[in-house]
């Protein structure tokens, strides 16, 4: 079972006109919901900058939902259908990176459909409790930052000089790339 | 910055937070005083207020925190009751929920700059959508208050389905004789432009300056020449068309006036029926035609109307009663659906007011009148009761007693819904002075009945009062059919672009407090477009919406919402993907003196949806008050709790 | 064909591409080309403003850099620019975003058979050491001769071909004023997105440990963002902004992870995998990877390939109302 | 066994108890039926009892699984649909299937709503009920795998004249949701079968009414006065024949006659003889199939009767109209028409 002592860390993107309110129309209906999810109001979910999910699930979210008007239903006319592709496009995009594709989903849902509401928090929940927590990067900002103070050098430098994984020899090539444009810039 | 918290009562430890507090009704009126005070004493830069939803009283605080000295947009608010406190009942979690949610808003509004609106000009001239009593009721109200008014109706006159309503209940009055004279304003009035036969095509802009382009659908007859004579009507060769106002109980003429009382009364041609048309050899009515107009290459023609705000009074339809097989499913000429009834009850109708029974024009002795048919049914997706029907079945029992004093009428209902004034005294002098047999139970199932009484309808019910089954051999069975939204209300709303029900009804601002504004500003509702409704509820609604409209035109000047786009002209690299991407034209390209273009906000156009500030690759457009720092502030203030949850 | 245009740096070709640049030399600011560098492995672009330039030009295998890159830093001038078959999407590219006007460009286009990865030769030898390089025969099938302290060593030249080359469907110029030399057939295989799969075989969190390894090598020294073509907002980049704020300057690994999905985000729907990203990158992070998994969604989802037509409406800009391969999201639940 | 099957149009066949019994009619019918119009049965290997009534009366999950078993057996069988001609198995096993098509899939945590049905049922089969197969009527495969027009073109001896009173029962669309089949107040896909044989069909009022079904066991008066109803009203339309697609429906109305006829005595009512066959049966009959694989004589009412009845009235009527248009073509001459001329073949053999 999941850890029932404490929230996973959801984070949902609801478009001001019919998600939002559809949530507040669960709320008035009094219908009981995982807690987990931390709502953020937008006005479209055309404002939905595909990079707030990479954001969120990058700074350690279990699971981002996102959720507009039905295609057809926006305030704005086209912002849904505008953040269907671009989020389609992430959704796909997100497992080449190590996320687990259940831990993003985008939905629609009117301000009338309360019930479906709940639904859509009740299961993209018990998905994400499912998942487990999201893996961790190694050290988080201030550690590693705290530690870089402590010893006062780059430690997070990586091992640049030294050979990788593949026994590969680091390559130089860039520095020299970077002289290719010399030339140009000087021209100028 | 110094910012404020305050807990409605349904944390001092936030950076920046310099006083928090809880108030048992922050929106009340010592809640906001309260605020108000706490603002100027403790010289803050702005407010959290934790309680209910922004939709809700956002625009309350706003002007709260406006009176102590501060921007309005210098205030944000935390959902703790719709989000937090009514969807779960774990204190613990709830409390660390309510917590995050009021860390999320502290940090936005640390990233919040004031805003400032911009005021624009408006058009003193309101659209209504629907011509029954509710569109008459509100165009009516606004022309009288000094507004132009387009009024667009799809069919061929104005009057909607009180105009083919014999009497109304509770005092049995003759509907059309209370409507006409409105009617007949509507037509005279000299701020009304009527436009029948007609739909909205589509609706741009904003509020106070929406632009409408409405199609007037081809009549065939130029309207400006013919007088509403009825010469065509007379000779027109093809006569078996469906009466559409009569509700197919009888049949009319390809051209035609709908009914003698029709605004305006005007003949048009139906091109799906018209032989002229149809098989291209008829020409009669041209030849009869005295004022010489008609006009068979007629194209319909679209008009552009500029106008301050909408109302939608788009009316219902009714429930097709063809899918109930237990009622017949459409197969016995005998079961009638309640607005055929109505229309065979009126002095004016097919019948003259005669009963009839449709198979073989007998006078029906026997009348069982079915409720809910349609209305509080999931099995047929109509769970929700259509408000009117207990009402008008009343009246149509008594009616029936009125015009056959020797009938007897049948009643079979679930509840009886009298709630308005004088209603359920009406039903009961139904009940004791007509003696209509009410009956409390469903009916199961209508056969023809076979033998020597073979022309009858064998009606099967339960009596739930009772507790027996009842069977009751009919004349004519009258359904109650219930009220769905109008045909084609959805395609409407998304025109309008505001929201709809999974039945089509328009949904209200709120339920209880905005219920005639809809959630796009300057468009309103009246009328059964909004859920069914009776007459008096259409009326008053009507008069509400035409009394929102000229309070929001009675202003020269609108104020912008000024939550719109920003364009960091520094940062802009020209590219246009905005401009090509903003759904309203918001955005142009300005040419610098460098030759270089950067992109430019119309700011009484955009309409802060955001689509460009995700488009543009450097995100040097920004939506004022959704900036990418202002949700990074809540997406950050999120990771870091967590941060330290789980090293801790 | 193929085979006459073997010699890659036939003198033919070479003397043709001085010969049209000289004729359009006093239509334009300068012209960008390629000249030798600092050693015989490396070429370097080369700005031809007088004739007397014209001697630098070359062109051969080792030609790798797509000058598209300078491209939009030049805005305003009247230019000419030269460019092989897959640098010439990158120029369709700026044109149809109208990042660029085409009255005011160049173009010479050079069909190109290929060009060499240096780091595949890195792995066998000292390239510091190579005295001379010589190809013969065609770059697909023929040999490289470098000359070494130790003597000279053949190699098969096909080992060395830089990966995009050898998926290459483009190997003419789209968009050209001067095409220089034949027109050949493509000979690159049809694109498996073989690496991609490769890794899509691991688990989620193999793939996560991954990229986790990979980005924590990151020096953010954004080579990769410099090299793009299409990164056109470099003086305005969003990872240097402090409005909006989307990246602090700690050297975390989500800072640098999230500027990598931010670059692969920005570059959906425009990035045509010229390979400069990766290629510059002094850490040899696989970072194309991550635009590729973009563009072959892409290519599912709307059928959209960037840099092959001036006219296309980015996939991003535009959208159906009944998506054909979109499924549903509501109904997935 | 599991064989590939060529024929697009094979499905499991589930016969059910009755169909081995008293409906072995019912059964021996559906089966020629099918095999003339090319659907392919095959029989569900080693099928036992859905469950029927006594089953879900006592203990849902049992009844759950001893569908299942059966549903199971035809999956294994490579089968996703099976066939069944009886409207009380049909609604055992699609009953079990909707249950377990909303069980969540994985053995989780008990539901709030009881013990979870998925692992009960798969405990009591003692292994995993992974179920795509649902079931369909004859009925419904007919009419829409086979179709209303291709019985019609491969009718043989059309039905002409035989009045038919089409009678479903309770069950066979009911509940609509779970049987997703025709109108659940006014079915019509019998009706459309027997048209296509040819046969008048009336428009049958009590189509959907109960003939007291298994009542006629613990309270016999009112399987006697429902079923009685179902008559009177069959007769008042006029009808040879009160065609029939459930097997308990047949016995109340076909064997139980005597007990209802009786009651109806007993009313002052009046005797009723209409026979009651399965619409198959009368589709075989339409077909041209042979009488002996329709299991006729197993009714108890027979039907030769009201074909000859049919038969006889047919004739006179095609005699008539010949005679009338013969009156008609002499009025026109002015000579009287001679000979009959009756070439034309004549129906229902």
Redesign the interface.
């Given at each position: 079972?999941p850890d029932l002592g404490?929230?996973y860390?959801i984070?949902g993107f609801l478009c001001?006109?019919?998600s939002?309110?559809g949530?507040?129309a669960?709320?008035?209906a009094?219908?009981?919901?995982?807690?987990d999810l931390?709502?953020?109001?937008?006005?479209?979910s055309?404002?939905?900058?595909?990079?707030?999910v990479?954001?969120?699930l990058?700074?350690?979210?279990d699971g981002v939902l996102v959720s507009g008007?039905?295609?057809?239903?926006?305030?704005?006319?086209?912002?849904n259908?505008?953040a269907?592709?671009?989020l389609?496009?992430?959704r796909?995009?997100l497992?080449?990176?190590?996320?687990?594709e259940g831990r993003f989903?985008?939905?629609?849902?009117?301000?009338?459909?309360g019930s479906?509401w709940r639904?859509?928090v009740t299961?993209f929940t018990d998905k994400i409790h499912s998942l487990g927590h999201i893996?961790?990067?190694?050290?988080?900002?201030?550690?590693?930052?705290a530690l870089?103070g402590m010893l006062g050098a780059?430690s997070?430098?990586?091992?640049?000089w030294h050979a990788?994984?593949s026994g590969?020899?680091?390559?130089?090539?860039?520095?020299?790339?970077?002289?290719?444009?010399k030339?140009?810039m000087d021209?100028? | 910055m110094r910012i404020g918290v305050m807990v409605c009562h349904a944390a001092r430890e936030f950076p920046d937070v310099v006083f928090a507090t809880d108030h048992m009704y922050a929106c009340s009126d010592p809640g906001q005083g309260t605020i108000e005070q706490t603002i100027r004493s403790l010289k803050l830069d702005g407010v959290v207020v934790a309680s209910c939803s922004p939709r809700m009283h956002e625009v309350t605080f706003r002007r709260a925190v406006e009176r102590a000295g501060l921007n309005r947009y210098m205030f944000e608010m935390a959902n703790i009751r719709e989000h937090v406190a009514w969807i779960s009942l774990d204190r613990k979690r709830n409390t660390e929920k309510a917590t995050d949610l009021v860390r999320m808003a502290v940090e936005k509004l640390r990233h919040n700059r004031p805003l400032t609106a911009k005021s624009f000009e408006v058009q003193k001239r309101v659209l209504i959508i629907g011509a029954g009593v509710a569109g008459i009721q509100a165009a009516l109200d606004c022309a009288e208050g000094g507004l132009d008014v387009i009024l667009v109706e799809r069919r061929q006159s104005i009057g909607g389905v009180m105009s083919k309503l014999d009497k109304t209940f509770p005092t049995v009055d003759c509907s059309v004789c209370v409507l006409g004279p409105k009617m007949v304003d509507v037509g005279q009035h000299p701020r009304i432009t009527l436009l029948a036969l007609s739909e909205v095509e589509e609706l741009s802009g904003y509020v106070g300056n929406f632009e409408v382009k409405i199609r007037k659908k081809s009549a065939f007859v130029d309207w400006t020449k013919c007088t509403g004579c009825g010469a065509c009507l007379e000779k027109c060769p093809s006569k078996k068309v469906r009466d559409s106002h009569n509700e197919g109980i009888t049949t009319t003429t390809a051209i035609t006036i709908p009914f003698p009382q029709a605004i305006p009364k005007r003949a048009a041609i139906d091109p799906a029926v018209c032989l002229h048309f149809t098989k291209g050899k008829c020409g009669v009515c041209k030849k009869v035609c005295p004022a010489d107009a008609i006009d068979y290459d007629m194209q319909d023609e679209i008009v552009t109307e500029k106008v301050g705000a909408v109302i939608a009074a788009t009316g219902l339809d009714l429930f097709d009663h063809r899918k109930c097989g237990e009622y017949g499913g459409g197969r016995y000429p005998d079961v009638i659906t309640s607005l055929q009834y109505e229309r065979m009850l009126s002095a004016s109708g097919p019948t003259a007011g005669h009963i009839k029974r449709p198979s073989d024009g007998t006078e029906p002795k026997t009348v069982v009148f079915i409720s809910c048919v349609g209305s509080r049914d999931r099995s047929v997706d109509r769970p929700y009761c259509s408000n009117f029907c207990c009402m008008y079945t009343a009246k149509q029992a008594i009616l029936t007693r009125d015009h056959i004093p020797d009938s007897r009428a049948y009643v079979f209902y679930m509840d009886i819904r009298a709630t308005g004034k004088g209603y359920e005294e009406f039903v009961r002098r139904a009940q004791e002075e007509y003696e209509v047999q009410y009956i409390r139970g469903r009916v199961a199932q209508i056969y023809p009945t076979t033998g020597e009484d073979g022309n009858q309808l064998m009606v099967r019910g339960a009596d739930t009062l009772l507790g027996t089954q009842v069977e009751i051999k009919a004349d004519l069975v009258v359904l109650a059919v219930g009220a769905e939204s109008a045909h084609g209300a959805p395609a409407l709303a998304e025109k309008l672009r505001i929201s709809y029900d999974a039945y089509g009804f328009f949904l209200e601002s709120h339920p209880k407090l905005r219920p005639v504004e809809t959630n796009t500003v300057g468009v309103f509702l009246a009328g059964a477009c909004q859920a069914p409704k009776d007459i008096p509820a259409s009326v008053a609604q009507a008069s509400a919406a035409a009394g929102k409209v000229l309070a929001l035109l009675s202003k020269d000047k609108l104020e912008s919402d000024p939550q719109i786009a920003q364009v960091q002209t520094m940062r802009c690299i020209g590219c246009g993907k905005c401009e090509r991407t903003c759904p309203f034209g918001a955005i142009r390209m300005r040419e610098l003196r460098d030759g270089s273009k950067r992109a430019e906000v119309v700011e009484t156009v955009c309409q802060g949806c955001g689509i460009c500030s995700v488009t543009c690759p450097v995100r040097a457009i920004q939506l004022a008050h959704f900036t990418d720092s202002q949700l990074l502030a809540e997406v950050n203030a999120l990771c870091r709790t967590w941060d330290e949850t789980t090293e801790s | 064909m193929a085979s006459n245009s073997s010699a890659s740096d036939s003198p033919d070709r070479i003397k043709t591409l001085r010969a049209k640049i000289a004729s359009e030399l006093p239509n334009v600011d300068f012209v960008l080309g390629y000249g030798r560098g600092f050693d015989p492995l490396h070429a370097t672009p080369v700005t031809v403003r007088t004739e007397k330039d014209l001697d630098r030009l070359i062109f051969d295998p080792t030609c790798v850099q797509n000058l598209a890159t300078s491209l939009y830093g030049l805005r305003g001038k009247r230019l000419g620019v030269v460019v092989k078959g897959c640098d010439s999407r990158s120029i369709v590219q700026l044109l149809q975003e109208r990042l660029w006007e085409r009255e005011n460009l160049v173009v010479f286009g050079l069909p190109c058979e290929g060009v060499i990865d240096l780091a595949k030769l890195r792995v066998t030898m000292d390239i510091a050491s190579v005295k001379a390089v010589r190809f013969e025969g065609s770059v697909r099938d023929g040999k490289v001769v470098l000359t070494l302290p130790e003597g000279e060593r053949e190699l098969p030249s096909a080992g060395l071909l830089a990966d995009k080359c050898l998926r290459c469907q483009h190997p003419n110029p789209l968009v050209s004023d001067h095409l220089i030399g034949p027109e050949i057939e493509p000979q690159g295989a049809q694109d498996t997105y073989a690496d991609l799969a490769a890794l899509e075989k691991l688990s989620t969190q193999e793939r996560f440990d991954f990229w986790k390894r990979q980005m924590g090598r990151c020096i953010r020294c954004y080579a990769c963002r410099n090299a793009c073509p299409l990164c056109v907002c470099k003086h305005v980049c969003l990872a240097d902004s402090r409005e909006p704020h989307w990246l602090s300057a700690e050297a975390t690994l989500q800072e640098k992870w999230l500027f990598q999905v931010m670059h692969a985000l920005h570059l959906a729907g425009r990035c045509t995998e010229c390979g400069e990203c990766q290629r510059s990158c002094p850490m040899g992070i696989p970072i194309l990877l991550l635009k590729r998994m973009m563009n072959r969604e892409l290519k599912e989802l709307f059928n959209y390939q960037a840099g092959v037509s001036l006219e296309a409406v980015p996939p991003l800009h535009t959208f159906l109302m009944e998506e054909d391969r979109i499924k549903d999201r509501g109904l997935l639940w | 066994m599991s064989a590939a099957p060529s024929n697009p149009l094979t499905l499991a066949y589930y016969p059910g108890c009755s169909q081995t019994g008293t409906a072995a009619e019912y059964d021996r019918s559906s089966r020629a039926c099918c095999a003339a119009l090319g659907v392919e049965l095959v029989d569900v290997p080693d099928w036992t009892c859905c469950g029927s009534t006594p089953a879900h009366t006592v203990d849902h999950f049992l009844a759950g699984a001893l569908a299942a078993r059966n549903l199971l057996q035809a999956e294994l069988a490579g089968h996703d649909r099976v066939t069944t001609p009886c409207p009380s198995c049909l609604a055992a096993l699609r009953t079990a299937s909707h249950h377990l098509a909303e069980a969540p899939a994985e053995n989780g945590a008990p539901q709030d709503s009881g013990p979870n049905y998925r692992a009960e049922v798969e405990r009591l089969l003692d292994r995993p009920a992974p179920l795509r197969a649902t079931a369909v009527s004859v009925l419904q495969v007919l009419t829409e795998d086979v179709g209303v027009e291709a019985i019609a073109s491969a009718v043989t001896r059309p039905l002409t004249g035989l009045r038919v009173a089409p009678y479903y029962g309770c069950i066979m669309n009911r509940p609509p949701g779970l049987m997703q089949f025709d109108d659940p107040e006014n079915p019509t896909a019998m009706d459309r079968v027997l048209e296509a044989c040819g046969a008048t069909v009336v428009d049958y009022p009590f189509k959907t009414e109960c003939c007291g079904a298994a009542f006629g066991m613990p309270r016999l008066d009112i399987m006697q006065r429902l079923s009685a109803r179902l008559l009177d009203m069959a007769a008042s339309c006029g009808v040879d024949a009160i065609v029939v697609a459930c097997p308990l429906c047949q016995m109340n109305l076909d064997l139980r006659r005597g007990q209802v006829n009786a009651f109806s005595h007993s009313q002052g009512g009046t005797h009723h003889a209409m026979p009651v066959p399965y619409f198959t049966q009368l589709l075989g009959l339409a077909l041209g199939l042979p009488e002996s694989g329709l299991g006729l004589d197993k009714l108890v009412l027979p039907l030769g009767p009201a074909l000859t009845a049919a038969r006889a009235r047919e004739d006179e009527r095609i005699a008539r109209t010949q005679a009338e248009l013969a009156a008609k073509a002499a009025r026109k001459n002015g000579t009287s028409a001679n000979g009959n001329g009756s070439k034309e073949n004549t129906p229902c053999a």
């Amino acid at each position: 079972m999941p850890d029932l002592g404490r929230d996973y860390r959801i984070i949902g993107f609801l478009c001001n006109w019919c998600s939002y309110g559809g949530a507040d129309a669960a709320g008035v209906a009094r219908f009981n919901q995982p807690t987990d999810l931390r709502i953020i109001r937008v006005p479209c979910s055309g404002r939905v900058d595909p990079m707030f999910v990479a954001k969120a699930l990058l700074s350690g979210a279990d699971g981002v939902l996102v959720s507009g008007c039905h295609p057809r239903d926006c305030h704005y006319t086209e912002g849904n259908l505008y953040a269907r592709r671009r989020l389609e496009l992430l959704r796909r995009f997100l497992p080449i990176i190590g996320i687990d594709e259940g831990r993003f989903e985008y939905v629609w849902v009117s301000a009338s459909e309360g019930s479906r509401w709940r639904d859509m928090v009740t299961k993209f929940t018990d998905k994400i409790h499912s998942l487990g927590h999201i893996p961790r990067m190694a050290e988080t900002a201030r550690t590693l930052c705290a530690l870089e103070g402590m010893l006062g050098a780059s430690s997070a430098q990586p091992d640049m000089w030294h050979a990788d994984a593949s026994g590969r020899q680091p390559r130089h090539d860039a520095l020299l790339h970077m002289d290719d444009y010399k030339e140009v810039m000087d021209g100028e | 910055m110094r910012i404020g918290v305050m807990v409605c009562h349904a944390a001092r430890e936030f950076p920046d937070v310099v006083f928090a507090t809880d108030h048992m009704y922050a929106c009340s009126d010592p809640g906001q005083g309260t605020i108000e005070q706490t603002i100027r004493s403790l010289k803050l830069d702005g407010v959290v207020v934790a309680s209910c939803s922004p939709r809700m009283h956002e625009v309350t605080f706003r002007r709260a925190v406006e009176r102590a000295g501060l921007n309005r947009y210098m205030f944000e608010m935390a959902n703790i009751r719709e989000h937090v406190a009514w969807i779960s009942l774990d204190r613990k979690r709830n409390t660390e929920k309510a917590t995050d949610l009021v860390r999320m808003a502290v940090e936005k509004l640390r990233h919040n700059r004031p805003l400032t609106a911009k005021s624009f000009e408006v058009q003193k001239r309101v659209l209504i959508i629907g011509a029954g009593v509710a569109g008459i009721q509100a165009a009516l109200d606004c022309a009288e208050g000094g507004l132009d008014v387009i009024l667009v109706e799809r069919r061929q006159s104005i009057g909607g389905v009180m105009s083919k309503l014999d009497k109304t209940f509770p005092t049995v009055d003759c509907s059309v004789c209370v409507l006409g004279p409105k009617m007949v304003d509507v037509g005279q009035h000299p701020r009304i432009t009527l436009l029948a036969l007609s739909e909205v095509e589509e609706l741009s802009g904003y509020v106070g300056n929406f632009e409408v382009k409405i199609r007037k659908k081809s009549a065939f007859v130029d309207w400006t020449k013919c007088t509403g004579c009825g010469a065509c009507l007379e000779k027109c060769p093809s006569k078996k068309v469906r009466d559409s106002h009569n509700e197919g109980i009888t049949t009319t003429t390809a051209i035609t006036i709908p009914f003698p009382q029709a605004i305006p009364k005007r003949a048009a041609i139906d091109p799906a029926v018209c032989l002229h048309f149809t098989k291209g050899k008829c020409g009669v009515c041209k030849k009869v035609c005295p004022a010489d107009a008609i006009d068979y290459d007629m194209q319909d023609e679209i008009v552009t109307e500029k106008v301050g705000a909408v109302i939608a009074a788009t009316g219902l339809d009714l429930f097709d009663h063809r899918k109930c097989g237990e009622y017949g499913g459409g197969r016995y000429p005998d079961v009638i659906t309640s607005l055929q009834y109505e229309r065979m009850l009126s002095a004016s109708g097919p019948t003259a007011g005669h009963i009839k029974r449709p198979s073989d024009g007998t006078e029906p002795k026997t009348v069982v009148f079915i409720s809910c048919v349609g209305s509080r049914d999931r099995s047929v997706d109509r769970p929700y009761c259509s408000n009117f029907c207990c009402m008008y079945t009343a009246k149509q029992a008594i009616l029936t007693r009125d015009h056959i004093p020797d009938s007897r009428a049948y009643v079979f209902y679930m509840d009886i819904r009298a709630t308005g004034k004088g209603y359920e005294e009406f039903v009961r002098r139904a009940q004791e002075e007509y003696e209509v047999q009410y009956i409390r139970g469903r009916v199961a199932q209508i056969y023809p009945t076979t033998g020597e009484d073979g022309n009858q309808l064998m009606v099967r019910g339960a009596d739930t009062l009772l507790g027996t089954q009842v069977e009751i051999k009919a004349d004519l069975v009258v359904l109650a059919v219930g009220a769905e939204s109008a045909h084609g209300a959805p395609a409407l709303a998304e025109k309008l672009r505001i929201s709809y029900d999974a039945y089509g009804f328009f949904l209200e601002s709120h339920p209880k407090l905005r219920p005639v504004e809809t959630n796009t500003v300057g468009v309103f509702l009246a009328g059964a477009c909004q859920a069914p409704k009776d007459i008096p509820a259409s009326v008053a609604q009507a008069s509400a919406a035409a009394g929102k409209v000229l309070a929001l035109l009675s202003k020269d000047k609108l104020e912008s919402d000024p939550q719109i786009a920003q364009v960091q002209t520094m940062r802009c690299i020209g590219c246009g993907k905005c401009e090509r991407t903003c759904p309203f034209g918001a955005i142009r390209m300005r040419e610098l003196r460098d030759g270089s273009k950067r992109a430019e906000v119309v700011e009484t156009v955009c309409q802060g949806c955001g689509i460009c500030s995700v488009t543009c690759p450097v995100r040097a457009i920004q939506l004022a008050h959704f900036t990418d720092s202002q949700l990074l502030a809540e997406v950050n203030a999120l990771c870091r709790t967590w941060d330290e949850t789980t090293e801790s | 064909m193929a085979s006459n245009s073997s010699a890659s740096d036939s003198p033919d070709r070479i003397k043709t591409l001085r010969a049209k640049i000289a004729s359009e030399l006093p239509n334009v600011d300068f012209v960008l080309g390629y000249g030798r560098g600092f050693d015989p492995l490396h070429a370097t672009p080369v700005t031809v403003r007088t004739e007397k330039d014209l001697d630098r030009l070359i062109f051969d295998p080792t030609c790798v850099q797509n000058l598209a890159t300078s491209l939009y830093g030049l805005r305003g001038k009247r230019l000419g620019v030269v460019v092989k078959g897959c640098d010439s999407r990158s120029i369709v590219q700026l044109l149809q975003e109208r990042l660029w006007e085409r009255e005011n460009l160049v173009v010479f286009g050079l069909p190109c058979e290929g060009v060499i990865d240096l780091a595949k030769l890195r792995v066998t030898m000292d390239i510091a050491s190579v005295k001379a390089v010589r190809f013969e025969g065609s770059v697909r099938d023929g040999k490289v001769v470098l000359t070494l302290p130790e003597g000279e060593r053949e190699l098969p030249s096909a080992g060395l071909l830089a990966d995009k080359c050898l998926r290459c469907q483009h190997p003419n110029p789209l968009v050209s004023d001067h095409l220089i030399g034949p027109e050949i057939e493509p000979q690159g295989a049809q694109d498996t997105y073989a690496d991609l799969a490769a890794l899509e075989k691991l688990s989620t969190q193999e793939r996560f440990d991954f990229w986790k390894r990979q980005m924590g090598r990151c020096i953010r020294c954004y080579a990769c963002r410099n090299a793009c073509p299409l990164c056109v907002c470099k003086h305005v980049c969003l990872a240097d902004s402090r409005e909006p704020h989307w990246l602090s300057a700690e050297a975390t690994l989500q800072e640098k992870w999230l500027f990598q999905v931010m670059h692969a985000l920005h570059l959906a729907g425009r990035c045509t995998e010229c390979g400069e990203c990766q290629r510059s990158c002094p850490m040899g992070i696989p970072i194309l990877l991550l635009k590729r998994m973009m563009n072959r969604e892409l290519k599912e989802l709307f059928n959209y390939q960037a840099g092959v037509s001036l006219e296309a409406v980015p996939p991003l800009h535009t959208f159906l109302m009944e998506e054909d391969r979109i499924k549903d999201r509501g109904l997935l639940w | 066994m599991s064989a590939a099957p060529s024929n697009p149009l094979t499905l499991a066949y589930y016969p059910g108890c009755s169909q081995t019994g008293t409906a072995a009619e019912y059964d021996r019918s559906s089966r020629a039926c099918c095999a003339a119009l090319g659907v392919e049965l095959v029989d569900v290997p080693d099928w036992t009892c859905c469950g029927s009534t006594p089953a879900h009366t006592v203990d849902h999950f049992l009844a759950g699984a001893l569908a299942a078993r059966n549903l199971l057996q035809a999956e294994l069988a490579g089968h996703d649909r099976v066939t069944t001609p009886c409207p009380s198995c049909l609604a055992a096993l699609r009953t079990a299937s909707h249950h377990l098509a909303e069980a969540p899939a994985e053995n989780g945590a008990p539901q709030d709503s009881g013990p979870n049905y998925r692992a009960e049922v798969e405990r009591l089969l003692d292994r995993p009920a992974p179920l795509r197969a649902t079931a369909v009527s004859v009925l419904q495969v007919l009419t829409e795998d086979v179709g209303v027009e291709a019985i019609a073109s491969a009718v043989t001896r059309p039905l002409t004249g035989l009045r038919v009173a089409p009678y479903y029962g309770c069950i066979m669309n009911r509940p609509p949701g779970l049987m997703q089949f025709d109108d659940p107040e006014n079915p019509t896909a019998m009706d459309r079968v027997l048209e296509a044989c040819g046969a008048t069909v009336v428009d049958y009022p009590f189509k959907t009414e109960c003939c007291g079904a298994a009542f006629g066991m613990p309270r016999l008066d009112i399987m006697q006065r429902l079923s009685a109803r179902l008559l009177d009203m069959a007769a008042s339309c006029g009808v040879d024949a009160i065609v029939v697609a459930c097997p308990l429906c047949q016995m109340n109305l076909d064997l139980r006659r005597g007990q209802v006829n009786a009651f109806s005595h007993s009313q002052g009512g009046t005797h009723h003889a209409m026979p009651v066959p399965y619409f198959t049966q009368l589709l075989g009959l339409a077909l041209g199939l042979p009488e002996s694989g329709l299991g006729l004589d197993k009714l108890v009412l027979p039907l030769g009767p009201a074909l000859t009845a049919a038969r006889a009235r047919e004739d006179e009527r095609i005699a008539r109209t010949q005679a009338e248009l013969a009156a008609k073509a002499a009025r026109k001459n002015g000579t009287s028409a001679n000979g009959n001329g009756s070439k034309e073949n004549t129906p229902c053999a």
